[in-house]
């Protein structure tokens, strides 16, 4: 049973490791805490859905832009100084959402604003946490300390709704935000123990330039450029969360219930797949696991999509169907295959990237993940126009599971990525 569990040894032997963890798992949970919040807070000004749509939208174009060229920043300066600075910045913008409510300024201008720097700020410090992951705990300890992260992005995505939805109905809006504040001030206190990280080689001036530098260096290298195809493709093709409310409400019945069962379903295979990781730090072809991990994450949603349509129609007050349970079973197993492949194709993106391409690669790799899942949304919400939301799934989750297939099968180099030679 050891052997099966999460391997804790990158907090055992790198203290700097483990306190930028703990920070990080604790401002996961007042990100996800605030970015519930503010979607509250927005429909309570507004009273329109589409608006709590716009939060998304606002945070989702900072996000992109800054983690392209916040990479180039994260290559040219210390890495810790750009962490801190960064993360100070996050922390200024949780004291003006939480001052803002308190304030009582009703203005969802400034929502949108805050969200928009505050996803910016996200987009640099990110890339940069994720490029000094190979000092502080080595190349091979690069799984654990993967499937570490992925466990605290599940617990993060459990926890933070489960909190906001507690505060705000207690203490409130202003309560709330101070709450994601203090656990940024806890993350801070961590990074700052952090060491000195100055760019190694000859530096660059952070510019188009330098950001197109590391595009350049992942159209010449095909294992690395494996990594973002496949996701791209279980994202676009398979991301079933824009499903659960017509299924929720028409299919599987049960409401915002069902919603929130699936969704939960999802962070909670993330937990399990963190929590069983133990075995993944022996695998050495990881390229073979990531294309397993993602054809296994299109199944599951074409199996979910599978259970929908063996469930009779019922409006929401009905309640939810018994196949909701078989439904979220697929959900969980989803997120546990998502976990698997995050955990291999981070280890990949870090292992073969040299030192002064880590931060520009993993600003792409900000992009992809931030922007995948709302393209796939616009994709199976399209699908589920034409032929309905049980059937989108079924077809999104066997397109996802052919087409990483068939790519597989035209990059063998990928099959053969092997850990103990990474090569790009």
Known sequence: MARLLLDLTPLRVSVPYRRMWLGTSAAGVGGALT????????????GSTASVGLVGL?????LVLMGLYGGALVDAHDRRRVILLTALGQLACAVGLS?????????????YALVAVQAGLMGVNSPARMAIVPHLVGTRLLPAANALSSLSMGIASTAGPLLAGVLVAGPGYGATYAVEAVLLLGALAGLASLPPMPPRGEVGRPGLASVLEGVRFLRTRPNVRATFVVDLAAMVLAMPRVLF???G???????ATTVGVLTAGIAAGAILGGLFSGPLGRVRLQGRAVVVAVVGWGLSVALFGAVVLAAPDRPPSDGAHWTLWLAAACMVVAGSADTVSAIFRSTILQAAT??????RLQGIFIVVVAGGPRLGDVVLGGAAEGVGEAWAAVAGGLACATVVAAFAFWQPRFLAYDADHPRA
């Not at 606002?58 to 900072?62: N, Y």
């Not at 001052?99 to 929502?111: G, N, P, S, T």
């Not at 040299?354 to 931060?359: F, I």
């Open 35 to 46: 970015a519930v919040v503010v979607g509250l807070q927005v429909y309570e000004l507004t």
């Open 58 to 62: 606002a945070a989702l174009g900072p």
């Open 99 to 111: 001052a803002q409510a308190f304030a009582h300024l009703d203005d969802v201008r400034v929502l």
């Open 245 to 247: 409310p017509a299924i």
């Open 249 to 255: 409400a028409t299919l599987i019945g049960g409401g």
């Open 354 to 359: 040299p030192d002064a391409l880590r931060g």
